[in-house]
């Protein structure tokens, strides 16, 4: 099965950076990679699909990029409400889908 | 819109059997969707465990899938979660998912809130 590994495992950042989380996958996945934010006590919940569609109602400040092996999801800017945990999944080897162990990202 | 809700015991005791309810609401079941569980140990990340579709066929994570049935009842409008020969492992926050296809990519919305299993005896 495919292997995804996130980097780091948690951050600590200020509102107002520009944060940087990192997925890496054990083989091409080509653009099939989906983040998801969850918050304490509550159901992740999709914010970008195909490695850089941003999901309907998520602000501007999040994208995602990468391709085959390597994606990134940035947070421009980032805000009280953004102070959660990220998790990046596959979609390419269908209907065996494997996430991320997570990066929580913690107020500094 | 479409909205799942998770139910069942919340303890079950070890080598006993783990039995979880989905139930959709605000769509039908069989939708041009399938329907997911994953799990999520205390303090750990997610694990899918299986996945079924409106017609019944079913796909399941080779590492659980000794133990793991996911079957539907769409009269009901629900599908189900049976893990059976549970141990303190099996101990997480289970939720169910609908999958979604769309523009050649598929990903996972939206999610129940979520039902912590916890096996102790």
């Known amino acids: 099965d495919i292997q995804m590994t996130q980097s780091p495992s948690s951050l600590s950042a200020s509102v107002g950076d520009r944060v940087t989380i990192t997925c890496r996958a054990s083989?091409?996945?080509?653009?099939?990679l989906n983040w998801y934010q969850q918050k304490p006590g509550k159901a992740p919940k999709i914010m970008i699909y195909a490695a850089s569609t941003l999901q309907s109602g998520v602000p501007s400040r999040f994208s995602g990029s990468g391709s085959g092996t390597d994606f990134t999801l940035t947070i421009s800017s980032l805000q009280p409400e953004d102070f959660a945990t990220y998790y990046c999944q596959q979609s390419y080897s269908i209907p065996q889908w494997t996430f991320g162990q997570g990066t929580k990202v913690e107020i500094k | 819109q479409v909205q799942l809700q998770e139910s069942g015991p919340g303890l079950v005791k070890p080598s006993g059997t783990l039995s979880l309810t989905c139930a959709v609401s605000g769509g039908s079941i069989s939708s041009n969707s399938w329907w997911s569980w994953v799990r999520q140990p205390p303090g750990k990340g997610l694990e899918w465990i299986g996945e079924?579709?409106?017609?019944?066929?079913?796909s399941y994570n080779p590492s659980l899938k000794s133990r793991v049935t996911i079957s539907v009842d769409k009269s009901k409008n629900q599908f189900y979660l049976k893990l059976n020969s549970v141990t303190a492992a099996d101990t997480a926050v289970y939720y169910c998912?609908?999958?979604?296809?769309?523009?050649?990519?598929?990903?996972?919305?939206?999610w129940g809130q979520g039902t912590l299993v916890t096996v102790s005896s």
């Open positions: 079924i579709y409106h017609g019944g066929s079913t």
């Open positions: 083989q091409s996945i080509s653009s099939y």
């Open positions: 998912a609908r999958g979604i296809t769309r523009s050649g990519t598929n990903w996972f919305d939206p």
